[in-house]
């Protein structure tokens, strides 16, 4: 179920493969995008399996599926603090959650796009973030560190788990320079000599630059989502493919 998984401090901090759900097809198994109403379909998973993986991975962090609070994710910066009140609420359109409040799981989906976990393991306080192409170049992990901060925040760590690597993800030409205009860091050539993008590369200098301790799950082992299976890839599956996540959870 977990590629990482730990409690470090006040804050238990993992990030998902997609391995133990229920789900089947391109989706198989532990598949934690929004599903459809009723049976799967040739396009998208079940509404069942998808809330049923959810319950597995609650369970795990010894909550129920309400208490897994998630986003609808716009690729933006938007990033919202969250509590007690928002479980059973509907999901917020936002690419970050932070919190304070002890036992909540907040989870951050992803299959290609940087997956961060940022905390201050002392305080409790924390916060997961997706940062793909346009939530890099606008600096949504930036905006959940001042959202941290403004909770009282001081020493900050982040993960930055699963996502595609610089040497897989090709881009236009036009749209690496855009990117890089901006974040001279996500600058890179793929492997077949074509303009490519490092999202991760410049999620790093990001949260470098706002002093916050950067630990990557690639320095530990290969995590690219487009070459190894035990990942969903949007790049390699196309639409039909599932989606991991990032948790955190301030510790009861």
Same mark, same amino acid.
């Given at each position: 179920?977990?590629?990482?998984? %730990?409690?470090?401090?006040? #804050?238990? $901090? !993992?990030?998902?493969? @997609?391995?133990? &759900?229920?789900?089947?097809?391109?989706? *198989?198994?532990?598949?934690?995008?929004?599903?459809?109403?009723?049976?799967?379909?040739?396009?998208?998973?079940?509404?069942?399996?998808?809330?049923?993986?959810?319950?597995?991975?609650?369970?795990?962090?010894?909550?129920?599926?309400?208490?897994?609070?998630?986003?609808?994710?716009?690729?933006?910066?938007?990033?919202?603090?969250?509590?007690?009140?928002?479980?059973?609420?509907?999901?917020?359109?936002?690419?970050?959650?932070?919190?304070?409040?002890?036992?909540?799981?907040?989870?951050? %989906?992803?299959?290609?796009? #940087?997956? $961060? !976990?940022?905390?201050? @393991?002392?305080? &409790?306080?924390?916060?997961?973030?997706? *940062?793909?192409?346009?939530?890099?170049?606008?600096?949504?992990?930036?905006?959940?560190?001042?959202?941290?901060?403004?909770?009282?925040?001081?020493?900050?760590?982040?993960?930055?788990?699963?996502?595609?690597?610089?040497?897989?993800?090709?881009?236009?030409?036009?749209?690496?320079?855009?990117?890089?205009?901006?974040?001279?860091?996500?600058?890179?050539?793929?492997?077949?000599?074509?303009?490519?993008?490092?999202?991760?590369?410049?999620?790093?200098?990001?949260?470098?630059?706002?002093?916050?301790?950067?630990?990557?799950?690639?320095?530990?082992?290969?995590?690219?989502?487009?070459?190894?299976?035990?990942?969903?890839?949007?790049?390699?599956?196309?639409?039909?493919?599932?989606?991991?996540?990032?948790?955190?959870?301030?510790?009861?």
């Amino acid at each position: 179920m977990f590629v990482h998984d %730990r409690v470090i401090g006040r #804050v238990r $901090v !993992a990030f998902t493969h @997609r391995h133990g &759900g229920v789900s089947t097809g391109p989706w *198989s198994s532990l598949n934690l995008a929004a599903g459809v109403r009723g049976e799967a379909d040739d396009d998208h998973d079940s509404a069942a399996a998808v809330s049923a993986n959810l319950t597995r991975l609650a369970e795990t962090f010894g909550v129920s599926e309400r208490e897994v609070l998630t986003m609808r994710q716009v690729h933006g910066r938007d990033v919202v603090v969250v509590g007690r009140a928002a479980v059973g609420a509907a999901p917020p359109a936002a690419d970050g959650l932070v919190t304070r409040t002890p036992g909540l799981v907040l989870l951050a %989906r992803a299959a290609d796009c #940087v997956p $961060v !976990a940022i905390a201050d @393991r002392a305080r &409790g306080l924390a916060g997961v973030a997706h *940062s793909g192409r346009a939530g890099t170049q606008a600096g949504v992990v930036t905006v959940a560190v001042d959202a941290l901060r403004d909770l009282g925040a001081a020493e900050l760590e982040a993960w930055i788990g699963p996502r595609v690597c610089g040497a897989c993800y090709e881009v236009p030409g036009w749209m690496r320079d855009q990117v890089a205009a901006v974040e001279p860091a996500t600058w890179s050539t793929t492997r077949a000599g074509t303009p490519g993008l490092d999202l991760a590369g410049g999620v790093r200098e990001q949260l470098d630059r706002a002093g916050v301790v950067v630990h990557d799950l690639a320095d530990e082992r290969n995590v690219c989502t487009m070459e190894c299976d035990d990942f969903f890839s949007h790049r390699r599956q196309g639409t039909r493919s599932g989606r991991m996540g990032v948790l955190v959870q301030v510790q009861p």
